[in-house]
């Protein structure tokens, strides 16, 4: 699994030290921006992060310690063709999401027909009974979906997991963003890099869109578990940056099935919850009796249409890792087309089959906890020692339903500050994506993370991870018409003036 | 504004306030112990105790009354809610939570106090302890200039509510138990006085330089009195802090629409405090004068909660 | 049959409450084996009802009270008629396949010991099984007439002696799903085990199990035999608390008392 195999979206080539033709305007900026001159530049953006409380709180360290996640100065760059194929595949799984979400709360049909086995749904604790039989307003379920994507070469992606839940990291896209526009003005005199800032207006645009029906102008929040969580800065953020009232749930209160805020001014009526709270303490009369936190009859003031919860409750059911390796059978299924972003590969241990290979492979495959998330409980074989090899096999023969397997993909790479000046480092993607009553929106960019470790394949902030700037190109480029590379030869090349 | 919102800044104001006051207290007492030509810093530090209204607290907990063990009591004990690390701490989460309200520099400054604390156990020598409440001082000063520097909104009107009304009942406080101290019933005002006493009733009010403006006889207990009653021009005066309570009281009418009977009761005690003159307050009674004012202060206090909705 | 019922509860509440918010599950449903021919939820304050179903189908009633409150009184009262249907459910309201109550939630989880006990019964035929289960939770334990114990599990209540009829029944549904049959929590009334004249009354509570052909059949683990005409099915969940009767949640200081007044009857047998 050497690092030198893997497509590097700059460079074409992991180490290589020419850039793909399209992209040789950043391959002269690396070249005439000194090493120290970028770490200066990083470390400034570092420094803003602190100051702006842009921290996340590590778990199992027993001091509770705020970190800020490490900023990477080098942006990973997508051409507009490249982003115009996966931007569909996007709206095509999320529009699969959402109707997945409005059967398997409805009617059932994809259990009917038998795409599906039933227990998968049923034996799963992330469908939740208490809100089977909800129409949520305008059958929108998946209002902002993060999609974690991995490429392998230059038309390879893969979607690694889907985030119908409360996807975060959407501050750290317009974060890095506003950094490096302040720190490296001359990259987007360079290239025509597509706006993010937007984002908060098409949030809102969203959540208004979605508001019950008959509402004139809908009074839209923010619903955060509170100050110290670690997320908070995104939830104030967000708030702030849209003009509504981050609220606790303290803050709401239900009456007559109408959801109110306590202002000063008295009850104000809200229509729409951009709710950062799990299912399981939205309303302790539905989901957990011995939680003294959420807001009592939200959801009796949800299920009476009065209010639309983005997202909604129970989309645990789509995103589930269980769930996942079904989702190619689910987007055909409700699409009537072959999916235009392909799963990776996975080996559902829950099937004798499976589980036989996937021991037999442990130094080969990655490990994934079906109910785990952020990396943890998580075995990536080829890095793996011996002994955490042999504590997993344990595992998985132990409860094999609880796991699955995929092949180690060779991630793509982007060049990345290390100790030593620039060296490839693997990475991922989340684009966001949102849903409202007027359609499906991809936003242009997202959230790259990298494994700042040499090799690592892992980019979760709390196993190291980093986070990097994602350019959108509105063109395919810099490079001249004939130097676009085959993969890309099909696709419409524009050539709109580049002001340099 | 969210409720929640308003009522966490409003007890920002009352606690960075009362950290402030303590501090001063502290400070004047420290100063009273070591000037005082004869032994009278016992009684000092009792009525230090007395004021911040913690001798029950620290006869609890069974020291005797020396300067170290009150100033340790008044300053770092976590233990009751009359020291300034619990009024800091009490700020410092309220602070948190409506952080994306202020600006850096109020939240640095509210963290600054209390990492001065922070892990610190004694209060130390005479020194030692005026360093101490000096950076206490320091930071709430800034914490002060910032909120100054902020939008001239809600957010910053419902701490200066806060710190007013803390104020006009710290500065009663104050007043109450050292003339009680000093003046012992049955004694006449503005016979023979302790200097020393009356400059430490002056200085945690801030008002030694005030004083000499205002009054050209020296040292007279009733125009202490006067000044720390009647005189608005003394920002820590009983007339100053209700002055200021009407009109901040006034601005959040005029933004939110919301007149009630905080207003009312604000507007009733400034028309009284205004025909107020300290020589018939004296001669009426001071000590009854004065609970009937933090009697108030305190309906007050309940008429801006119910008023704003704080719960 | 036809059964009357008078179900009374009371919250005292030490200091006055600024709101109430309560989700009720006390009004039946009509089956083809159930009737209700009158049935009436009195609150003994000005309060907001709003009336709904949960995602089991179970008719729900919410109740919003702005205080200052210091007590309330729900109550409600009113007749069924029921036919003999040999415990088998018909005609009931089911947005949830069977399949859903496999799994197990915090109340009704097994362990070893339930599993063991569950395995040790030695019937073949699935009916047979579970009549035989039914009776062998009966015999193990004797009936505690008073009040269940909030947040019992069925493993806690398994270690005990003497239980109550809702500790019997979540036993029951942790056996019956141990094996792999699919099983649910039904609150409601029956006068069968019905306390003394000082017993502390509460609703009763027993179990179904799904039997492929027969549907949902119900069992009553506290007299051994299925629930028939002596009951009213009022709502299923997978446990007692997703079918619980008053769910509430207050908003306020100070602590709360509850009493509760039950008369179920039969009249003309």
Redesign the interface.
Known sequence: MGIRRAFDEIMGKSGSMIPRSELAALGEWIESTPSNELRRRQQSAEATFRQLGITFAVYGESDASERIIPFDIVPRIFLANEWNRLSEGLVQRVEAINAFLHDIYGERRILAEGVLPADLIFGNPQFRPEIAGIRPPHDIWAHICGIDLVRTGPDDFYVLEDNARTPSGVSYMLENREAMLRLCPELFRSFRVAAVDSYPDKLLETMKSVAPIGVASPVCVVLTPGHYNSAYYEHSFLADSMGVELVEAADLVVDDDIVWMRTIAGLVKVDVIYRRIDDDYLDPLVFRPDSMLGVPGLIAAYAAGNVALLNAPGNGIADDKAIYSYMPEIVKFYSGSEPKLPNVETWRCREPQALKYVLDNLKDVVVKLVDGSGGYGMLVGPTATKAEIETFRAALIAEPHRYIAQPTLALSTVPTLADAGLAPRHVDFRPFVLTGSKGVQVVPGGLTRVALKEGSLVVNSSQGGGTKDSFVLMDNGAGEQAQVSDAFGQAQVQTMGQPL | ????T?SSLYWLGRYVERADFIARLVEATVRLDVLSPRPAGEAAWASALAVTETDAAFAKTGQSITKTNVARFLTLDASHPGSIVRALDMARNNA??V??ALT?EAWTAINGAWLVFDRRASAGNATATLNLVESVKAETRGFEGAIHRMLRN?TTWFIRLGQAIERADNTARLLDVKYHILLPEGERVGGVVDRDQWTTILQTVSAVTAYRWLYSEGLRPANVIDLLIARSELPRSLAASVEEAVDILNLLAKR???HGEADRMARARHARIARTRSGQVIAGGLHQYLQGFIGENDQLHEAVGRQ??F? | MRLSVDHRTTYHFSAPQARLTQMLRLIPEDTHDQSVTGWNLHVDCDARMRHGRDGFGNRVTMLYVAGPISDIEIAVSGEVLTHPSNGIVHGGQEPLPPALFLRDTPLTRADADIAEFAMAIGESDPVAWLHALNIAINRRFALDHGRPIAGRTAIEAFAEGSVSSRDMAQVFIASARATGVAARYVSGYSPVCQAEADGRPAPHGWAEAYVERLGWVAFDPSTGLSADTAYVRVAVALDSAGAAPVAGSRLGEGFETLDVDLHVERDGQ
């Open positions: 504004m969210l409720s929640r308003a948190k939570a952080r994306t850096r809600q939110t629409g919301l704003f909705k719960s």
